[in-house]
C-alpha cells in the first residue's frame, strides 16, 4: 500500500450524490485506503445562490489535488435555470450549464472510460433466448471510451446566429440547398466539432487500453455513412492508428443506430468501444442497461494529470430526501475503484470490487433496483436493502 496521505475531491453535488459518496468513502476507509478528504462545492445549490454551479474555489482544491469523487449533479435546461436563481442575481444575465460538463471542458478530460461488466448473479442482467429457445445470460465485458469534450458537447451554438456565422454557413452548398430559404431567426444551429488531436487521443487510448487489457477489438462506434467529415474522420484515423500501431487488434466499425440494436442481440461479441461525445453517452447508457442500469453504471473522466470518477447515473432529486435512502450504491464505489487503480492502488481495487461481486452473487443483499422494485420509501419495509445496508455487505466481505 501507497504510504503517502492522499488528499481527495470529494464533489458530492446534489441529490443523492452526497449519499453514494459517503457510503463510497466508508468503504475505501474500510478497506484500508489511507487518504484524507476535502469537500468541494458543486451543483444546483451554487447555481441557485452564487449563479455558478461549479465555483473558482473548487476548480482551485482540483488543480491542488488533481483526483476528484464526484456524486451527481441536476441539470435543467437554461429556462428552468433561470427561473430557480436568487432573486439578486435573476437580472443579471447568467446561463446555466452543467458543471460536470464544465468541469470536463475546464480541465480537458477528454478520455472518458465507461466500462460495463456483468456481474454473475445479477438478477438484472440481460438474458434473450437462444436458437432453441432456451433463455441465455451472456457475459458481457466492454469498455466504453468516449471523446469528453468537443462533438456535440462542444457548446458552439446558436439560435437566430449573428450575421457572420449566417454568411459562413451560406457559403456551402448545402446550407443553400437545403435551408437557403429559412429566415434567420428560425434557425438553430448546435455544431459538431471533431480534431484531429482530441479524436487521435481518444483512439490511442482505447486501442491501448485493448491492448494492455487483452481486448481482440476495437469498435469506432459512429455514423461515417451520413456524418462524413466528423465521424468520418474518427473511423479514417482510426484505420491508420490500427495499421501502423495495433495491427493485433481488429478493428470494426458500426454505426451508432445498428449499435444499438446489436447490443442487445450479441453484446458478449464486443469488447473495447471508441465513440465521440453525444454517441458514447448514448451507447454507455446502452450497455449500462444490460448489466444492471445505472446502479451499475461507474466512469472516469481522465486529463493529462486531473481526473474525475462518477458514476454514470444523475442525481435522482425525489429519492433525495427519503430518511433512509434507497439508492444502489454500486456505480459509485465502482468510480472509486477505477480512481483506486488510476492512483496505483489497483490491490484494494480489486479486493472491493470482490466484495461487491460476492454480495451481488449472494443475492441476500438487494437494493430496490436489483429487486425490480419501484423506487419508493417503502421498500426498505418490502424488504429491499437501503443505501447504507449495501455498503455494509460489502463492508462485511471486504
Ligand atoms: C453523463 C450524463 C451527462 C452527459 C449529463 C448529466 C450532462 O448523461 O455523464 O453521461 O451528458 O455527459
Ligand atoms: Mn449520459
Redesign the pocket.
Known amino acids: 500500500m501507497n504510504m503517502q496521505k492522499r488528499t481527495i475531491v470529494a464533489l458530492p453535488g446534489d441529490g443523492i450524490g452526497r449519499v453514494v459518496l459517503d457510503e463510497t468513502i466508508r468503504v475505501l476507509d474500510r478497506a484500508g485506503f489511507v487518504a484524507s478528504y476535502v469537500e468541494g462545492d458543486i451543483g444546483w445549490e451554487f447555481w441557485k445562490s452564487e449563479g455558478n454551479p461549479l465555483p473558482d474555489r473548487t476548480i482551485q482544491l482540483l488543480e491542488t489535488h488533481k483526483i476528484g469523487l464526484f456524486g451527481a449533479?441536476t441539470?435543467k435546461p437554461k429556462d428552468a435555470a433561470s427561473r430557480e436563481l436568487d432573486p439578486g442575481l435573476k437580472e443579471k444575465g447568467l446561463i446555466y450549464s452543467?458543471p460536470?460538463?464544465g468541469l470536463?471542458q475546464h480541465f480537458n478530460l477528454d478520455i472518458?472510460i465507461r466500462p460495463c461488466r456483468t456481474y454473475k448473479g445479477n438478477p438484472l442482467n440481460f438474458i434473450r433466448r437462444g436458437a432453441d429457445g432456451a433463455i441465455e445470460e451472456p457475459e458481457i465485458d466492454v469498455v466504453i471510451f468516449r471523446q469528453?469534450t468537443e462533438g456535440l458537447?462542444g457548446g458552439v451554438e446558436w439560435t437566430n446566429p449573428p450575421e457572420i456565422v449566417y454568411k459562413g454557413l451560406a457559403s456551402h452548398p448545402r446550407f443553400v440547398k437545403n435551408f437557403g430559404n429559412v429566415p434567420v431567426e428560425e434557425l438553430s444551429i448546435s455544431t459538431r466539432i471533431f480534431t484531429r488531436s482530441a479524436t487521435g487521443r481518444i483512439l490511442r487510448a482505447a486501442f491501448e487500453h485493448a491492448r494492455k487489457q487483452g481486448y481482440k477489438s476495437v469498435t469506432v462506434c459512429e455514423k461515417p455513412n451520413v456524418i462524413r467529415e466528423t465521424s468520418g474522420m474518427m473511423y479514417k484515423m482510426a484505420q491508420e492508428i490500427q495499421a501502423s500501431e495495433y495491427p493485433g487488434i481488429e478493428l470494426w466499425n458500426t454505426n451508432i443506430d445498428a449499435q444499438m440494436m446489436w447490443l442487445t442481440k450479441n453484446p458478449e461479441i464486443y469488447g473495447v468501444i471508441v465513440a465521440g461525445?453525444m454517441f458514447g453517452?448514448i451507447v454507455?447508457?446502452g450497455f449500462a442497461g444490460l448489466i444492471g442500469g445505472l446502479g451499475f453504471a461507474c466512469?472516469a473522466n481522465l486529463g493529462e494529470d486531473i481526473a474525475v470518477f462518477?458514476p454514470?447515473h444523475?442525481s435522482a432529486p425525489k429519492y433525495a430526501d427519503y430518511p433512509e435512502s434507497i439508492i444502489n450504491p454500486i456505480a459509485m464505489m465502482e468510480s472509486a475503484c477505477m480512481m483506486l487503480d488510476h492512483i496505483n492502488e489497483a490491490e484494494t481495487a480489486g479486493r472491493i470490487r470482490s466484495s461487491i461481486a460476492k454480495v451481488v452473487l449472494e443475492g441476500k443483499v438487494r437494493t430496490y433496483d436489483m429487486m425490480k422494485m419501484t423506487g419508493r420509501a417503502d421498500v426498505i419495509q418490502k424488504g429491499a436493502a437501503s443505501t447504507r445496508q449495501m455498503a455494509d455487505a460489502i463492508i462485511e466481505n471486504l
Open positions: 449533479i441539470s452543467s460536470i460538463v470536463r472518458c469528453n458537447y461525445n453517452d454507455s447508457d466512469s462518477e454514470t444523475g
